[in-house]
Each structure stands twice: as C-alpha cells, then as structure tokens.
C-alpha cells in the first residue's frame, strides 16, 4: 500500500511502515562519490570507477533509531555528477531532496572551497529547506585529520557544523555518515508527524 502523505508545500512518500527519504550527493568531479555510495550499498571497493554522466540512482533500507525504538527508512541517493557541463540538470534532480551530502576530497583542500557554489545553487533551486552534511572523503590520503578540524573548517567556509571524514577505500565513517543523515531527515521532516500520529 502506497500512502502519500499530504505536507502543507510538499507531498511525502510513506510506503507501508517505510519513510522514503531523498538523498542527494554532490561535490566536484572526482572526489569519491560514486565510491562512497558503492562501499554503502553493495559494500565493496573498486578503484576503478567511471566517473558518473549525469545522475546514478540507488536504494538502501535502513532502520533509524528513534527514542527506544526503530524506524524503517528507505533511502533513495541521487548521486549528481561532478563534471561542470551538466549542472544545468541539478535542479531538476534536487527537487524533493530531503537530504544533502555536499561532498569533497581530503587531499585536494580546493575542493571543499569549491562546495560553497554547490551549497548556493542548491538553495537557490531548492523550493524547500534541506538537511545539508559535509563530508571530507578519501581520509586514507589524510590520516591527520580530526572531527574537530573538519568541523572548524567546514563552519567556516560553509557555515555547516554538521560533517564527517570518511573513506571509500577502508570503510571508515562510511556507515557513520549515511545513518547520521538519515537520522537528521527523520527528524526534520517526519518526527512531529511521529508523534502526533502517537
Ligand atoms: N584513496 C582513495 N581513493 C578514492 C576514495 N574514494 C574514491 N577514490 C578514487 O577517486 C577516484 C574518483 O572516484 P569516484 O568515486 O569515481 O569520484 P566521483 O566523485 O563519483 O566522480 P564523478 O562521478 O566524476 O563526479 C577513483 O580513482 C577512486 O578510486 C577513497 O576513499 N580513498
Ligand atoms: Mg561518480
């Protein structure tokens, strides 16, 4: 049974006891997206990827916890493109994203530099506020870097507190990152709904 719950300026997919949550993850072009999303949902390594045309698309089920309990969470992750020429195409793919991973390269500092102009457009196209998470991937190329320093430079150059330093190659945080989100879009657009259906 599909159910859509009707939202004042959106409508949210609730499919049986399962929130479908939106994930969109962006960052310049070879910074390890694809690779993230690949080690989350299949749980392997390869690297040898292509680099994505466009958009590639998957599915995950995760359950979030809530208070003492579980909720079930199907996540939905867009994975955009780094490349310039087809960001004409992202605010065509962003709508109705719940969830943003703005994404960049540990060992290319310019990259995180670079999230500034994806973090404007997003809110420039998004017609409604998201939960946006930075995360500094390849973090096997910089073992020095803290939590806290990631989180100093990312409040910084991208007023965004919320972060985490992962990596593809050994797995490390890359669980971590797509729980934290899933968490922050519950609670952002489902939790009042939760406890008003108690
Ligand atoms: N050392 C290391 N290399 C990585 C990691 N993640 C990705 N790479 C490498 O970085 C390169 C680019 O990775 P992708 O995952 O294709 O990057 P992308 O961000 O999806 O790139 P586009 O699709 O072009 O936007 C590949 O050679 C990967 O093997 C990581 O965690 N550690
Ligand atoms: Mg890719």
Known sequence: MISLQ???????????DTYVLKLLVVG??????????RRYVDKIWNPRTLKTIGVDFSLKNVDVPVGDSKVH??????DFCG?????????IYSQGTHGIFLCFDLSRPETL?????WKLVLLRTLKRPAVFMVL???????????????????SRILRIKESLHCSAKTGENVEEAFNRIALLMFDKFFKNKENEDQ
Do not use: C, H, M
């Open 6 to 16: 009707q939202g004042s300026d959106s409508d949210e997919l609730f499919l049986e």
């Open 28 to 37: 310049g072009a070879g910074v390890g997206k694809t690779s993230l999303v």
């Open 73 to 78: 969470v199907r996540l939905q992750i867009w």
């Open 83 to 91: 490349e310039r020429r087809y960001r004409q195409l992202l605010p």
């Open 113 to 117: 530099t670079q999230l500034q102009d």
């Open 136 to 154: 500094g991937l390849k973090s096997d190329l910089n073992p020095e870097i803290t939590l806290e320093s990631l989180q100093d430079q990312t």
